[in-house]
């Protein structure tokens, strides 16, 4: 017993009033020890493993005492149970019982406990740190139920767990690793971050589900924060119409194709005389004036279409579209694009069961999408696979349903927030050259 000098009255007093209680604690032990009572010898507490070291002859006495419906943890045997009634439940607190001196609970701390079958359920520790950290003996530990009852039933022996409690270290270093498992998991919530790009109007923030795709059955797992000049755009059709033409018809070549007069066979030499006929003059029966002959400006092929739409009207019409998918309810998130199987029908079953429409169109950031749903949607017509970087509006409304996932959103979000928000957009409005990048 240590007393420092900056110790006050009140802390000599606790200090003294602990020295007496351990010292009456020993008292009791040697008193039942003389009166031939098994008695139980202070074990030795390691506050790493959180367990108890029984030697050999302990566990022979706490079986043997058991036995005789004796408790080695307190005084009280059968007669002195139906006379008290029943021992209360013990309480364990940091690995220990609180019981005083008579076995009854709310007392002392003593260095001995009572081990019951739920303290044993702790994860799995890794095989590194079950190794460093088994140094003690297989033996057995005497649950709470060895000690009498009110159905007198007999004693319990537990199992040693080979896994022991682990430090507050080892628990950090294992939640840690169970959340770099997870990371690839969506959050509960996904909440939007305003601070690069402010949006317009923050009363129309969207917001939307995330569902899975492990089970045909819908699950909700989690929330995720649009941001609303994305998904919340004011929807100018004109602008969704315009699009639609340009993308109609940039790709379209038109191969029709008529003969003039010098491609129609025949019609080489003069019909007639030039004078003495009375007949108007002609040099060839395939002029254009003629019954099959050739066509003055009429179409050639190949003939392009290509046009350019102004670079802020394509990103408008996607910042629309996207924006009345989702008031019409035809937009779904989903965590990510892993399906548990190869087969066909599972895909009809979750179209089916979610009512994703007729057709579907799943977008996922990057290009390469899983096995298992490749080949699931490669005998579907009406669902296919694209990636962000290909979304467009002609797709969009071709297809009833669209289906994003988590990473899609936020890569749509980070390009179309950059476009709409740059400084050199100015550079973007000029015409457009065949050659440009």
Not at 200 to 220: F, G, L, M, P
Request: charged share 25%; proline share 5%; hydrophobic share 30%.
């Amino acid at each position: 017993m240590v007393i420092d000098e900056k110790c006050n009255v009140n802390q000599i007093i606790e200090i003294l009033h602990e020295t007496v209680a351990g010292l009456e604690q020993q008292k009791k032990l040697l008193s039942q020890a003389a009166a031939g009572k098994p008695t139980l010898k202070k074990m030795q507490w390691n506050p790493k493993l959180r367990t108890s070291q029984y030697n050999q002859q302990e566990q022979q006495e706490i079986q043997s005492s058991c036995n005789n419906q004796t408790c080695p943890y307190g005084s009280f045997n059968k007669q002195e149970q139906e006379q008290h009634g029943p021992l209360p439940e013990q309480k364990i607190n940091n690995g220990m019982d609180r019981t005083n001196e008579s076995g009854r609970g709310n007392g002392k701390a003593a260095n001995y406990r009572i081990v019951t079958e739920t303290q044993y359920d702790y994860p799995e520790a890794n095989e590194q740190e079950t190794n460093n950290n088994r140094n003690y003996d297989d033996g057995y530990d005497c649950d709470e139920e060895c000690c009498p009852s009110e159905n007198n039933n007999p004693g319990v022996w537990l199992k040693k767990s080979k896994n022991p409690r682990q430090s507050n270290a080892n628990t950090e270093s294992t939640a840690a690793a169970s959340n770099e498992a997870v990371v690839s998991k969506p959050a509960l919530i996904l909440p939007q971050n305003y601070a690069d790009y402010a949006p317009v109007n923050r009363n129309s923030a969207r917001q939307a589900w995330i569902e899975n795709t492990d089970a045909v059955k819908e699950r909700k797992v989690g929330l995720i924060e649009l941001h609303p000049d994305v998904f919340a755009a004011q929807p100018r059709v004109d602008i969704i119409q315009e699009n639609i033409e340009w993308q109609r018809k940039y790709r379209y070549v038109s191969m029709a194709h008529a003969k003039t007069r010098a491609e129609v066979r025949g019609g080489g030499r003069k019909p007639w005389p030039q004078k003495g006929g009375g007949r108007a003059r002609h040099g060839s029966i395939r002029s254009p004036l003629f019954k099959g002959g050739g066509v003055s400006h009429g179409p050639r092929s190949p003939t392009t279409h290509f046009y350019m739409l102004p670079f802020y009207k394509r990103v408008l019409g996607l910042t629309s579209t996207l924006s009345v998918k989702l008031a019409q309810d035809d937009l779904h998130i989903i965590e990510n694009v892993e399906i548990p199987t190869r087969d066909a029908q599972f895909i009809k079953d979750l179209i089916q069961e979610r009512n994703w429409g007729p057709s579907v169109l799943i977008i996922d950031k990057q290009d390469i999408f899983p096995e298992n749903i490749c080949y699931a949607t490669d005998q579907l017509g009406y669902v296919n696979l694209m990636p962000a970087f290909g979304l467009n509006v002609y797709s969009m409304l071709k297809h009833d349903t669209l289906v994003l996932t988590v990473d899609a959103v936020k890569h749509l979000e980070q390009r179309l927030l950059y476009q709409l928000h740059r400084n050199d957009a100015i550079s973007k409005g000029g015409k457009f050259k065949l050659d440009q990048v």
